[in-house]
C-alpha cells in the first residue's frame, strides 16, 4: 500500500480572519485538491473570543484537520501533536478505502475483530513513519502575534526535528501572512530542514490585517505548483530514459 505523500497545511495564528476570501472556504478547497488543514490558535495573556474560536474549528473541520488552541508556552507540544494526529486521520481514511474495496463498502477499521484492527493500526503506525509529508506552515503575523513569534520559531524548529527522526522524507515551506508587500509572503521554500528560520525568525515584521483565506488560497496554488514542477520533472527523466536506451 502506497499513501503517496501526505500534504498539510498549518495554520498558526491568534484570532480572526478580516481581509479576502473565507478562510472557512478555502479549506474545504484545501481538501478537495487532498491538502489537510489543520489550526493551531496561539494565546498569551489574551484570549480568542468565540468568533476566534469558531473560525479556528470552522477551518479545520471544513479542511478536514485538527484544531487545537493553546498557551504559547504549550506550543511546541502541540504543533507536534496536531501534525501527527492528522497524519494518522489521513492514513486511517487511505487504509480505510483499501479495506472498503476488499471488504466491501461498509466496512471500516472499527468493523474489524480486535486481533485484526490491532494489525491494521500497526500498518497505520508504520506507514506514519515511513510515508513521504508535505507541510506548509502559514504564520499569523498581525500585530497581536508580536511577541508569540519566538516560541512559533522554536515550535517549529523542534517540529523538524521531530519529523526529521521519521524515516520518510519531510518537506516544510513558510508563508506568513500579512506580508511587507502583499497580503502573503513566501519566507520559506521547500526544504527538509527548518533550520534556517533561526536568522529569518527575527527580522519579521508584524502588523496590520489578518488575510486568513488569501493565504490558504495561496498555500493551495503553491501545492499546485510543486506537483506540476515534479511532474515536469519525471516527464523530463522519462525522457532521458527513453533517449538513453
Known amino acids: 500500500m502506497n499513501p503517496g505523500t501526505i500534504k498539510q497545511i498549518l495554520l498558526i495564528t491568534d484570532g480572526c480572519s478580516n481581509q479576502g476570501e473565507d478562510p472557512i472556504a478555502m479549506a474545504a ?3 478537495e485538491q487532498g491538502i ?3 489550526v493551531i490558535g496561539v494565546m498569551e495573556h489574551d484570549t480568542i473570543d468565540e468568533k476566534g474560536m469558531k473560525e479556528i474549528e470552522g477551518i479545520a473541520m471544513s479542511g478536514g484537520g485538527v484544531s487545537q488552541v493553546v498557551y504559547a508556552q504549550k506550543l ?3 504543533v507536534q501533536m496536531v501534525t501527527r494526529k492528522a497524519m494518522t486521520q489521513t492514513l486511517q481514511g487511505v487504509v480505510n478505502k483499501e479495506l472498503r474495496q476488499i471488504l466491501g463498502d461498509s466496512k471500516s477499521v472499527e468493523d474489524l475483530p480486535p486481533e485484526q ?3 491494521v493500526m500497526e500498518v497505520v503506525d508504520e506507514l506514519g513513519e515511513t ?3 508535505d ?3 502559514l504564520v499569523d503575523t498581525s500585530a497581536s502575534m508580536k511577541n508569540k513569534l519566538p516560541t ?3 515550535a517549529l524548529l523542534d517540529l523538524s526535528l521531530s519529523l526529521n527522526a521519521r524515516s520518510g522524507n519531510n518537506q516544510f515551506g513558510v508563508f506568513v501572512f500579512p506580508g511587507k508587500k502583499k497580503d502573503v509572503e513566501k519566507l520559506l521554500d521547500w526544504t527538509p530542514q527548518l533550520e534556517s528560520l533561526t536568522s529569518i525568525f527575527p527580522k519579521l515584521t508584524t502588523g496590520g ?3 486568513t483565506g488569501p493565504a490558504i488560497r495561496e498555500a493551495c496554488a503553491y501545492f499546485k505548483k510543486k506537483r506540476s514542477l515534479r511532474s515536469l520533472l519525471s516527464r523530463d527523466d522519462e525522457q532521458y530514459f527513453e533517449e538513453s536506451m
Request: charged share 20%; hydrophobic share 40%; net charge positive.
Open 29 to 31: 478547497l484545501a481538501k
Open 209 to 211: 490585517i489578518t488575510p
Open 76 to 78: 511546541s507540544q502541540t
Open 131 to 133: 510515508v513521504n509529508l
Open 117 to 119: 484492527r490491532g494489525e
Open 36 to 38: 489537510t488543514v489543520n
Open 152 to 154: 512559533v520559531k522554536e
Open 135 to 137: 507541510v506548509l506552515i
